[in-house]
C-alpha cells in the first residue's frame, strides 16, 4: 500500500508542533526588544498580542536561551490560587519543597531568610496567559515587584472582545510594553519556506502561486494559528483526493477554490 504524502505534510501545521517558531521579522525583532528590556531594571514589563501571532514560542526560546545566563523562571499556565503560585514560585527558584505558606507576607519572610536568596539578583518571571490571573494574584505580584527581588514579564492576548490592556493593572503600572503583531504578507511568505524547508517539503511551497499566498494571507489576517490551521485543512484535503480522486490535483499548481474549500471547513468563510 502506497503512503500518502500529503498525510505527513499536514502534520508540520498541526498546533503546537516543534517548529512552530520560525525566525521572521517581527519575530526577531520582539525577541531583540525583549532580550535588552529584561536587561534593564524594570518592574513589570508587558508582552501582548492577538491570540496565535507566536508570543508563547517566543517565550519559550527567551527561556532557553536566558535561564543558564540570570535567574528565569517561566510559568506557560496561569495561576488562580495565591498559595499555588508562591509555592510554585519557591520550589522553582530553590529547587526544593516549599513550606506551607500562609500567605503573601509569610513567602517573603522564608523567601528573604533562605541563605541561597541572598547570592541571587532578582529573578525573572515569565507569565504566559496572563489575562487569566485573578485580579488579586495581579496585585500580589505587583507588589512582589515593588520588593526589587522579582521582575515579571507579563504576557496577555489582545482581542477584540475584551481588551486587556484597558484593565488599571496593566494601564497604571507597566514599565514598558512590547507588542508582537501579526505577520505582514511577505513575512508570512518567509515563515512558509521556512516551515517547508525545515521538513524537507519545500518543493510542496510552490503549489501556491503569489496571489494565493496573499489570498491565505487576507484569510488568515497574518495570524499564524490561523494559518497553520488552514493549511492544515487544504493538505487534508489533498490527503483524501489523493487518495480517492488523484486526477483532481494534477497540475503543479493549486487550484484556488481547494483553499477556499478549506477556508470554508476552517470556518474561516462562510460556503
Partial sequence: MSTNRFSAIKQIFVEGNVFDYVN?????????????????????I?????????KTFLLRKIYNDLRSKQPLIFFPQPFFDESQFLTSLYEEIFH????????????????????????????TVLLDEAQLYPNELIEKIRLM???????FLFTVHKTGKEDVLAKDYFTTRIWESIELPNSSSEEL????????????????????????????HSLTDGNLRTVNKLLYKFFELY??????HPS????????????????????????
Fill in 189 to 216: 511568505q518567509l515563515y512558509l519556506e521556512k516551515k517547508f524547508l525545515y521538513h524537507n517539503y519545500f518543493e510542496y511551497l510552490s503549489l501556491f502561486t503569489p496571489k494565493q499566498l496573499n489570498y491565505i
Fill in 248 to 271: 483532481y490535483i494534477k497540475g503543479a499548481k493549486a487550484k484556488t477554490k481547494y483553499i477556499q474549500m478549506a477556508a470554508i471547513d476552517a470556518g474561516m468563510i462562510d460556503a
Fill in 96 to 123: 526544593e519543597d516549599a513550606p506551607k505558606f500562609s500567605g503573601y507576607e509569610h513567602f517573603l519572610k522564608v523567601y528573604k531568610a533562605h541563605e541561597k536568596a541572598h547570592s541571587k539578583e532578582a529573578v
Fill in 145 to 151: 515587584a515593588d520588593t526589587r527581588l522579582f521582575k
Fill in 46 to 54: 508587558l508582552f501582548y498580542g492577538k491570540p496565535g501571532t507566536g
Fill in 24 to 44: 521572521i521579522d517581527k519575530s526577531t525583532q520582539a525577541y531583540e526588544r525583549l532580550i535588552q528590556t529584561l536587561q534593564k531594571p524594570l518592574k513589570l
Fill in 239 to 244: 490527503e483524501y483526493y489523493e487518495k480517492y
